[in-house]
């Protein structure tokens, strides 16, 4: 009996010990105490964004004596839309300062209150906002209150094929400006023998296509109104935007399409359908020639902005930005702001901008960038495309994860099952509101 | 009396960590969880309390709940059907008594079962590739053009049910364990009946197995429930919302819209349809005559 | 069923009638179920050798060549080591699975001991509720208990995988329960009259007779947590606490899979199974037996 007892108190002395001694692994882990030098920053890449984000920290530890950096690697996307930083932050030891690739999930975590503004921070380092480009402002604030800062951004663009252009007699001085002259080229440069597809055209779904957003956005819907917080979907250039998509979806059945693209061919594989030849046009973001470039260099091929149907967005983009934030009981937050200010400095930004061929959040072009200017096709294409109207961030709402995913199930019912997309719409809109009424 | 006491106390004290990890991490999440399926809860701001209007939205307004719920079902009814009528077949092959290196067979059929799920869903993938994947090109070597499994709506369950078949191996061990105890004696006084393999198969082997079955049912059913890597990891919920398991469905709405009330009004319905098919389940069998 | 009239109207007849076509149809069955066992086997066999001759291919050959690889890339392997923090996350898991093995063999067994060798009042009925805690799916806990943990301030650390063990598991308190009761109660009468505690019994004669259940609880703890993959994706956060499940996993998720180094971390990842598998082979098929047999 007394054995019992003295083993049990030993088990949970060992454990109440072992217990202590990862709470005390975790408070180095978390924000090393209030103010100071040290803050805790939170990334969501791997790979070679990884090293040069890691450049980037090693460049501010040099310019900033004393900081100290601890970085860790959260994936898919700093931790954001898997509840990682929600729970970081309720749990009362958050990063200081987080940087993710998903701007709009980390826009509703602001309108959920979970983010520290911004605004006094940048009025104490004297960050003047009128040097950004307009179509990053309704990202950075909402109701009045800045809370997310963009570090830089990537457009989407359609990529063509010249040689396959030539070869079905298109001209590819003269890519393809409306939906029609997209359907009319595509359908020249796809090739079907004995019910076997060769190639495809065009597969409106494919690569950025697949995005939730891109198509509605270019066909001219809002998704959401923040003004009167209104989910917009049920909306006729929607319902136009998935029609169309089922135009493809009725000639080339869907299921043969995937089995035809499907491989292992992600962008970064030289087994992507448009380096093997599978397909003649695709939708890809500035990254892509980069891929090209290292994995199937001879392509040749050219960009152009996106098509447009009538009614639609002109050279429109959604705009894939990589925003900085401050969660909030972030312990740090000065240091935060620092490194935040630190990353759109000029020579670290120019460094970004000449690898990733992303583009700046700032109007006036950095003389660092070391583009091509002249013959750079891709670079005047991208400066284009993101300084036109038509570039914008669609769904700034506390619902747009919800609805990213919403809105995919529904292309696939609309494509797979030819349904009609007015009362799905209607009903996912609905289901939208409802949640969206619940955010003040 | 002071023995009685004395083995009381004993008892409880042998089986106190379990009492403490049973009050601490199953009744305290569950009537927690209880209550937070009565509210609006996103994780940051304080619940707020909505009554039954989650389970209202969750029974009545949300077709992917909908959706969610008839994909595991599926897999329960079809997909579980399926997997028990192999993994009896193959055991009662393995029973047979004119079969050399049995054990042989038995290593066989169980190795898939320790390739970890990650590892198992990565695979598969490649396996299933409509393009150049191994299933595809040997239904290629006969003429037949193999579907788009995981890319399409229609086959992605029946590729999944492929999937859980291959790893069934725990429940061939343990049908064949239930297949050696039945005694010998059965079969040879069915055999002197006349009765062929069919009959004694239906009237000795499926009677004398029911106990066994019941147990691989029903952690097949809890197994089903929980399924959740594989769908994560392969298809995301799609194509067309065809592999968004309950599961799947209840983390998203958990830890992706932080829809943590929501969440947990799925997760009691879960426990209530879990119980109802279990109660099910053991009636049914009683009905049939097990009486273990 | 014994008792069916059926089985015992036996005729002799019959018996002598079949006699002459029974060795045939015999042989004739033998060969079928063994055409029937070896295409199952095969079935069952070839996804496992194309995981192995898969993480051999060069990334081309990997979907074009659905066979076995012409030139063995054994780079596969030294990439996987040295690309992917391979060694990190196998040091977490081990340290994940060891703590399953360690807590769940340390409370299962005095668990399973008060649930068996002492007699005490309602016992049975408390029994059930263990039974009944074997039938909850995961996720009907899942998120209160990461509430709790995020109150606790534990996510993203490893105690909610590493704490939950030392509290009993069901399934193998079941298991051990089942063993504990099959052992004679005049071994433990006996100890009793040599003064020995309940807990002395527990730990110098009911243990040691134990071995090959603790063995096959050892077994399932190790895997249960080698692949567990959604209990790490909801705790943990940081990348250097990743265990292999979720490293790969989250490899596989971003825009450049490469996938003959995925799959050579897989037969990596396979490989120590195996081989416990093999050294162990009787634990595993006993200890699964054992779990479908009803008491």
């Given at each position: 009996?007394?054995?019992?007892?003295?083993?049990?108190?030993?088990?949970?002395?060992?454990?109440?010990?072992?217990?202590?001694?990862?709470?005390?692994?975790?408070?180095?882990?978390?924000?090393?105490?209030?103010?100071?030098?040290?803050?805790?920053?939170?990334?969501?890449?791997?790979?070679?964004?990884?090293?040069?984000?890691?450049?980037?920290?090693?460049?501010?530890?040099?310019?900033?004596?004393?900081?100290?950096?601890?970085?860790?690697?959260?994936?898919?996307?700093?931790?954001?839309?898997?509840?990682?930083?929600?729970?970081?932050?309720?749990?009362?030891?958050?990063?200081?300062?987080?940087?993710?690739?998903?701007?709009?999930?980390?826009?509703?975590?602001?309108?959920?209150?979970?983010?520290?503004?911004?605004?006094?921070?940048?009025?104490?380092?004297?960050?003047?906002?009128?040097?950004?480009?307009?179509?990053?402002?309704?990202?950075?604030?909402?109701?009045?209150?800045?809370?997310?800062?963009?570090?830089?951004?990537?457009?989407?663009?359609?990529?063509?094929?010249?040689?396959?252009?030539?070869?079905?007699?298109?001209?590819?001085?003269?890519?393809?400006?409306?939906?029609?002259?997209?359907?009319?080229?595509?359908?020249?440069?796809?090739?079907?023998?004995?019910?076997?597809?060769?190639?495809?055209?065009?597969?409106?779904?494919?690569?950025?296509?697949?995005?939730?957003?891109?198509?509605?956005?270019?066909?001219?819907?809002?998704?959401?109104?923040?003004?009167?917080?209104?989910?917009?979907?049920?909306?006729?250039?929607?319902?136009?935007?998935?029609?169309?998509?089922?135009?493809?979806?009725?000639?080339?059945?869907p299921e043969k399409i995937k089995t035809f693209t499907s491989g292992f061919g992600g962008a970064f594989s030289p087994d992507h359908p448009f380096f093997t030849g599978k397909v003649a046009m695709t939708l890809n973001g500035n990254w892509f020639a980069n891929a090209i470039k290292i994995y199937s260099p001879n392509t040749e091929y050219r960009v152009a902005p996106i098509p447009t149907p009538e009614g639609g967005r002109e050279k429109a983009t959604t705009l894939g930005t990589n925003v900085f934030m401050i969660p909030k009981g972030a312990k740090n937050p000065d240091a935060a702001m620092k490194f935040i200010l630190a990353g759109v400095q000029p020579k670290v930004l120019a460094d970004n901008i000449n690898t990733w061929r992303s583009i700046s959040i700032f109007k006036e072009p950095s003389d660092a960038i070391k583009w091509d200017k002249e013959n750079d096709q891709v670079y005047q294409v991208v400066r284009e495309v993101s300084s036109s109207p038509g570039a914008g961030h669609p769904a700034l709402t506390s619902v747009s994860k919800e609805m990213s995913n919403e809105l995919k199930l529904l292309r696939d019912s609309v494509i797979y099952n030819h349904k009609d997309p007015a009362p799905l719409l209607k009903a996912a809109e609905d289901k939208l509101q409802k949640q969206a009424d619940k955010t003040k | 009396m002071l023995a009685k006491r004395r083995n009381l106390l004993n008892g409880l004290l042998f089986i106190s960590p379990w009492v403490i990890g049973f009050l601490v991490f199953t009744t305290y999440p569950l009537l927690s969880s209880l209550y937070y399926s009565l509210t609006e809860y996103n994780a940051i701001s304080e619940p707020i309390f909505v009554g039954l209007q989650n389970y209202k939205e969750l029974l009545f307004q949300d077709d992917l709940f909908i959706k969610g719920l008839s994909n595991t079902l599926y897999m329960v009814f079809v997909g579980l059907t399926i997997t028990t009528v192999t993994t009896i077949f193959i055991a009662v092959l393995l029973n047979y008594k004119h079969i050399k290196g049995m054990s042989f067979f038995r290593v066989i059929f169980?190795?898939?079962?320790?390739?970890?799920?990650?590892?198992?869903?990565?695979?598969?993938?490649?396996?299933?590739?409509?393009?150049?994947?191994?299933?595809n090109s040997f239904l290629g070597l006969f003429g037949i053009e193999g579907p788009g499994w995981f890319s399409s709506p229609t086959w992605a369950k029946p590729a999944f049910i492929l999937m859980a078949i291959w790893g069934s191996g725990g429940m061939i061990i343990i049908y064949l364990a239930g297949l050696q105890g039945i005694s010998d004696s059965l079969y040879e006084a069915a055999r002197i009946d006349g009765a062929n393999s069919f009959q004694q198969f239906f009237h000795i082997t499926l009677p004398m197995l029911k106990p066994v079955i019941l147990y691989n049912v029903i952690t097949g059913i809890i197994g089903v429930f929980q399924a959740f890597a594989e769908a994560f990891i392969i298809t995301q919920g799609g194509p067309d919302g065809s592999t968004t398991f309950y599961s799947l469905y209840l983390y998203q709405n958990a830890f992706q819209y932080s829809k943590m009330g929501y969440a947990s009004a799925m997760a009691w319905i879960l426990l209530v349809i879990a119980l109802i098919i279990m109660f099910a389940l053991f009636k049914l069998s009683k009905k049939w005559g097990y009486n273990g | 069923m014994e008792n069916s009239p059926a089985l015992e109207k036996t005729s002799i007849n019959v018996v002598q009638r079949k006699l002459g076509s029974t060795k045939k149809t015999r042989r004739y069955q033998t060969a079928v179920v063994y055409v029937i066992l070896i295409l199952f086997s095969l079935a069952f066999i070839i996804p496992f050798l194309w995981l192995v001759s898969g993480s051999l291919k060069s990334s081309s050959e990997l979907f074009t060549n659905p066979g076995i690889p012409k030139v063995f890339h054994w780079q596969n392997y030294t990439q996987a080591f040295s690309e992917f923090p391979f060694f990190l996350y196998l040091k977490n898991t081990l340290f994940i699975t060891s703590m399953n093995i360690i807590g769940s063999v340390i409370s299962c067994t005095l668990i399973a001991y008060g649930f068996s060798r002492i007699e005490w009042k309602g016992r049975d009925a408390v029994f059930v509720l263990v039974l009944v805690t074997m039938l909850l799916p995961f996720q009907v806990t899942m998120i209160p208990l990461f509430m709790l943990f995020q109150k606790l301030g534990w996510i993203g650390t490893f105690l909610p995988l590493t704490v939950t063990p030392f509290f009993g598991n069901p399934f193998f308190i079941f298991l051990l329960r089942q063993f504990f009761i099959s052992i004679p109660k005049e071994l433990s009468e006996a100890a009793k009259l040599d003064g020995a505690s309940e807990f002395r019994i527990y730990w110098n004669v009911i243990l040691p007779l134990s071995k090959p259940v603790i063995m096959t609880v050892i077994i399932f703890a190790f895997l249960a947590s080698w692949g567990d993959f959604i209990g790490p994706l909801v705790f943990l956060n940081d990348n250097s606490l990743y265990t292999l499940s979720l490293g790969i996993q989250q490899i596989m998720s971003v825009n450049d899979p490469r996938w003959p180094l995925l799959l050579a971390v897989g037969v990596s990842m396979t490989l120590p199974v195996l081989i416990i598998f093999f050294v162990l082979q009787k634990y595993f098929i006993q200890g699964i037996a054992l779990s479908g047999i009803k008491e």
């Open positions: 009996m007394k054995k019992a007892f003295s083993l049990l108190l030993m088990m949970l002395l060992v454990v109440s010990l072992f217990l202590t001694g990862c709470s005390g692994n975790k408070a180095s882990n978390g924000a090393s105490g209030g103010g100071g030098k040290n803050f805790t920053y939170w990334y969501p890449w791997g790979g070679d964004s990884e090293k040069w984000d890691k450049w980037r920290m090693a460049e501010f530890e040099k310019d900033n004596k004393g900081y100290k950096i601890k970085a860790t690697y959260v994936p898919p996307d700093g931790g954001i839309s898997n509840g990682k930083l929600l729970a970081s932050i309720t749990g009362g030891n958050p990063p200081d300062v987080v940087i993710s690739n998903e701007y709009a999930t980390a826009y509703s975590l602001a309108v959920q209150g979970a983010l520290t503004p911004l605004d006094d921070l940048l009025k104490k380092n004297k960050f003047d906002d009128s040097g950004v480009l307009e179509s990053f402002k309704p990202l950075m604030k909402y109701k009045d209150k800045t809370y997310l800062f963009p570090q830089d951004s990537n457009v989407n663009l359609l990529y063509y094929n010249v040689k396959m252009f030539k070869e079905a007699g298109l001209d590819p001085d003269n890519p393809p400006k409306t939906i029609e002259e997209l359907d009319a080229a595509a359908e020249k440069l796809t090739k079907v023998n004995n019910n076997k597809i060769d190639r495809l055209g065009f597969i409106p779904w494919l690569d950025a296509g697949d995005e939730s957003y891109l198509w509605g956005w270019v066909f001219g819907a809002n998704f959401y109104d923040p003004e009167k917080n209104k989910v917009e979907l049920n909306d006729p250039k929607l319902q136009a935007a998935y029609k169309w998509m089922d135009t493809y979806a009725v000639k080339y059945n | 169980f190795l898939p079962t320790l390739v970890p799920l990650v590892i198992l869903s990565i695979l598969w993938i490649w396996i299933l590739q409509p393009d150049s994947g191994v299933v | -």
